[in-house]
């Protein structure tokens, strides 16, 4: 209980501060189950975030719910995706009844110019987190490479293209290279099986 707990503050807690969306949520995620808690291990909370950025729906509450089991199953899972959404559904909600005048006011307006700064460096800084805790492969920072040069072309040239086709190319991608290092391992296989073979038939030839 002391856990399930726990898990629920925090998710609120997350979710009552983040700005941004869940991109901006992924570094404060982060600081919190794995740096702090160490609930998760980095290369988990990696797993999820391309688990929770590639499945339907906002990669916070996936995030939130994908934690929440990790931690205590069902309950968890529950909790979880109740404590990250509670916080912005009644924030939305109040605000929703008095819109117009809400933003009129002059330091509303200036505060959310300052909150757009904000969520762009907790965005940069949460991508630049994940980076460095990610395996340095050749085929890793290929991919990263790639999409980066991509992603800053086409916000220069103006080309509407979406995050989706980013996921689904990288995902082609993983497969393509885990499918050939396969097939390179049973060559490799087969080709020692063979060696050894002819190797224990020379022995035997040889015996007097």
């Known amino acids: 209980m002391k856990k399930l707990f726990l898990l629920l503050f925090t998710m609120m807690k997350i979710g009552l501060f983040t700005f941004g969306g869940g991109y901006a949520m992924i570094s404060l995620l982060e600081n919190e189950f794995v740096s702090r808690r160490k609930w998760l291990d980095t290369e988990e909370f990696l797993d999820m975030v391309a688990i929770a950025e590639s499945t339907p729906g906002p990669i916070a509450i996936n995030g939130a719910t994908y934690i929440g089991y990790r931690v205590a199953r069902l309950p968890g899972a529950i909790l979880g995706t109740v404590g990250v959404v509670t916080p912005s559904f009644v924030i939305i909600y109040l605000i929703s009844l008095f819109f117009e005048r809400f933003l009129s006011v002059p330091w509303v307006a200036s505060a959310f110019r300052g ?94």
């Not at 220069?156 to 190319?169: E, G, K, N, P």
Request: zero cysteines; proline letters at 2%; charged letters at 20%.
């Open 115 to 208: 909150v757009q700064v904000a969520v762009v460096f907790l965005i940069f800084a949460a991508a630049l987190r994940l980076f460095k805790k990610l395996s340095k492969t050749p085929f890793a920072v290929t991919v990263f490479v790639a999409v980066t040069l991509a992603a800053v072309a086409l916000s220069l040239f103006a080309i509407r293209f979406s995050s989706v086709w980013f996921v689904l190319i990288g995902a082609a991608l993983g497969l393509f290279a885990y499918l050939f290092a396969l097939l390179h391992r049973d060559k490799d296989g087969d080709r020692e099986t063979g060696e050894t073979k002819d190797a224990g038939e020379t022995g035997e030839g040889g015996a007097p």
